[in-house]
């Protein structure tokens, strides 16, 4: 195995527990200004969460629950209205520092920067959530050792596709053996293993169950992991 280089991290669920409270009920306040009766529980949101992409869970959502919301109307424009809304009131929450990073993420972040690591973001979500999320949650100094970051539709195929990791080694000129990947779903770690990439999984209440096949490890917290040991 190549020498360790860099820590490519996934953002929602595996830096911060962003979904249930944060991207959830963005999505519910974006309905309500909308006019939309939408509204999405813990449970629904927990289906909804395998398919990767606000946009496309949208879509998702409209075409399976209530196809007449795209009759007669341009379901792109609306898809993008929506979700526009939804990523305003996501910022305001995870800017607000309500969402805090999970447990060792942040020791594992400094630990990672003393051992002189490179560090990057590979995300579904958009740019402006994660620098919402790091700004809130990481030191601007630390913030700044993100050297890449790889977020939404810088890449056409979101994951389960690789694009996005694929995307971000390229930027950091590394092959993946020496690059580690860490993520808390079945779609991050299908995403990371299509770009030959070692995968830490880091579970969540949302993806407990998640199939985690082919992850080198997968663990509940990442709270006393060792630099050293990856
Ligand atoms: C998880 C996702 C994202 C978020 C919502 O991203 O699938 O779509 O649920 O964010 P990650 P957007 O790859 O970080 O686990 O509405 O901005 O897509
Ligand atoms: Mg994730």
Same mark, same amino acid.
């Given at each position: 195995?190549? /020498? #360790?280089? =860099?820590?490519?991290?996934?953002?929602?669920?595996? $830096? &911060?527990?962003?979904? !249930?409270?944060?991207? %959830?009920?963005?999505?519910?306040?974006?309905?309500?200004?909308?006019?939309?009766?939408?509204?999405?529980?813990?449970?629904?949101?927990?289906?909804?969460?395998?398919?990767?992409?606000?946009?496309?869970?949208?879509?998702?959502?409209?075409?399976?629950?209530?196809?007449?919301?795209?009759?007669?109307?341009?379901?792109?424009?609306?898809?993008? /209205? #929506?979700? =526009?809304?939804?990523?305003?009131?996501?910022?305001? $929450? &995870?800017?607000?520092? !309500?969402?805090?990073? %999970?447990?060792?993420?942040?020791?594992?972040?400094?630990?990672?920067?003393?051992?002189?690591?490179?560090?990057?973001?590979?995300?579904?979500?958009?740019?402006?959530?994660?620098?919402?999320?790091?700004?809130?949650?990481?030191?601007?100094?630390?913030?700044?050792?993100?050297?890449?970051?790889?977020?939404?539709?810088?890449?056409?195929?979101?994951?389960?596709?690789?694009?996005?990791?694929?995307?971000?080694?390229?930027?950091?000129?590394?092959?993946?053996?020496?690059?580690?990947?860490?993520?808390?779903?079945?779609?991050?770690?299908?995403?990371?293993?299509?770009?030959?990439?070692?995968?830490?999984?880091?579970?969540?209440?949302?993806?407990?169950?998640?199939?985690?096949?082919?992850?080198?490890?997968?663990?509940?917290?990442?709270?006393?992991?060792?630099?050293?040991?990856?």
């Amino acid at each position: 195995m190549d /020498a #360790l280089k =860099a820590l490519i991290f996934d953002v929602d669920g595996t $830096l &911060a527990d962003t979904e !249930r409270d944060g991207h %959830r009920c963005a999505f519910n306040l974006a309905f309500g200004e909308h006019g939309l009766e939408w509204q999405w529980d813990e449970q629904t949101y927990g289906r909804l969460l395998t398919v990767a992409g606000g946009k496309e869970r949208l879509r998702h959502y409209a075409e399976r629950y209530d196809p007449a919301f795209f009759a007669g109307r341009d379901a792109d424009a609306l898809i993008r /209205a #929506l979700h =526009a809304t939804k990523t305003r009131h996501y910022v305001r $929450l &995870a800017g607000s520092g !309500r969402i805090p990073l %999970r447990p060792g993420v942040g020791c594992l972040i400094e630990t990672a920067i003393a051992r002189g690591l490179r560090l990057a973001i590979a995300t579904t979500t958009t740019p402006e959530n994660v620098e919402a999320l790091l700004s809130a949650t990481l030191s601007e100094p630390v913030r700044r050792r993100f050297e890449v970051i790889g977020a939404g539709d810088v890449v056409a195929a979101k994951k389960p596709a690789s694009d996005i990791y694929a995307w971000v080694l390229e930027r950091l000129d590394l092959p993946p053996e020496s690059c580690l990947a860490i993520e808390d779903s079945h779609n991050g770690l299908q995403a990371a293993l299509g770009a030959g990439l070692r995968c830490l999984v880091n579970r969540n209440d949302y993806t407990r169950n998640e199939d985690f096949g082919g992850a080198w490890r997968v663990v509940d917290t990442l709270e006393g992991l060792e630099v050293d040991d990856l």
